[in-house]
């Protein structure tokens, strides 16, 4: 349990946090994995094709057809946030200054409370820049904008393949500027997010670096600590040795 007190020493002392999370913070929300077992490529051929830039501006209304089934917008509204969602907001009503960097597009670390989150790859709780919310995307079979004289199809507040991560600067920047560096839930395989752990040890070798993932990354030697275990488990750990030091 060494790895978990050390951990908690070093959150417990940092002003800032950064924390980088990815599809293994949500599947304990009961959100399959994009890439696993039960995932969108497991139950679908030409994912990246379909959830392209250019199939959108060729196809929209397929496109439209097609998203919502992928990502089941239907049920989207349902899923709640765990304790590991929990925890980092905890960690910021404790007066910590906490930037999630989530590579999630649903929602949940908002709706946990967390206030300073940057959602790399977008969210699916809203379309066309945040103008229209999820309820009104599921009301529409293809949602459209409603302004007078607009009439064109909404655009999903996500980054589509072959578009870019518009807040990807920033991200560095405040991975770079933390005291801490925390991973969670993340094989750390996509590109650009996956240059953060590189950027920092780089850049900013004060940072401490840690990652919590189930299973080992080809990135674990950039880390000061690793463990490899799930995120619920280990952040009931974290708060109890925490709750000793404060």
Not at 141 to 155: A, M, N, W
Request: with cysteine; charged share 20%; glycine share 8%.
């Amino acid at each position: 349990m060494e790895e978990y007190k050390e951990l908690a020493e070093q959150l417990a002392r940092a002003k800032t946090i950064a924390v980088l999370t990815g599809a293994g913070m949500s599947t304990e929300s009961g959100i399959p994995d994009f890439r696993g077992q039960n995932g969108i490529y497991a139950q679908e051929d030409n994912v990246e094709y379909y959830l392209s830039e250019h199939y959108f501006t060729s196809h929209p209304v397929d496109f439209w057809h097609r998203f919502k089934r992928m990502f089941s917008l239907k049920m989207m509204g349902t899923f709640l946030p765990n304790k590991g969602h929990i925890f980092l907001q905890a960690l910021e009503a404790a007066g910590k200054k906490v930037t999630i960097l989530t590579q999630n597009i649903d929602g949940l670390h908002t709706k946990a409370g967390s206030t300073n989150v940057i959602e790399l790859h977008g969210t699916l709780q809203t379309a066309c820049s945040q103008k229209y919310d999820l309820s009104f995307i599921n009301s529409q079979d293809v949602p459209g904008c409603q302004q007078k004289g607009c009439g064109e199809i909404l655009k999903p507040d996500v980054v589509l393949f072959g578009g870019i991560v518009p807040r990807i600067d920033e991200a560095f920047a405040a991975a770079a500027e933390s005291d801490v560096l925390l991973a969670m839930g993340t094989s750390l395989e996509v590109t650009p997010v996956n240059h953060i752990p590189f950027y920092v040890t780089s850049e900013s070798p004060r940072t401490y670096k840690a990652i919590i993932n189930k299973t080992a990354t080809r990135m674990d030697h950039l880390f000061d600590l690793v463990i490899h275990h799930s995120i619920g488990d280990t952040v009931s750990q974290l708060r109890a040795y925490m709750a000793e030091l404060w």
